[in-house]
């Protein structure tokens, strides 16, 4: 993932965890918080972050963090 520092700073703010540290195979499960509506506020952010949109049927392919990775990397320049 190319944005994976940026990445991983998003995670920071959206689960107050500034230790927080992201992996690729990393999901709901591994990381405290991260409910349906934690994964609202996250999208969101990610959105504003990287200046990038989402469609439903995007989001639906989401499980893990390399999959936001990818999808948020492929709508980069």
């Known amino acids: 993932m190319k944005c994976q ?3 991983n700073e998003v995670f920071q703010q959206v689960f107050a965890n500034p230790k927080l540290d992201i992996a690729p195979d990393m999901g709901p499960n591994d990381i405290d918080g991260w409910d349906s509506m934690a994964h609202v506020n996250l999208i969101a ?16 392919k989401i499980r893990t963090v390399g999959d936001l990775g990818q ?6 320049p």
């Open 5 to 7: 520092r940026a990445l």
């Open 45 to 60: 952010a990610v959105e504003l972050h990287f200046k990038v949109k989402f469609d439903k049927k995007e989001l639906r």
């Open 71 to 76: 999808l948020v990397d492929s709508k980069l």
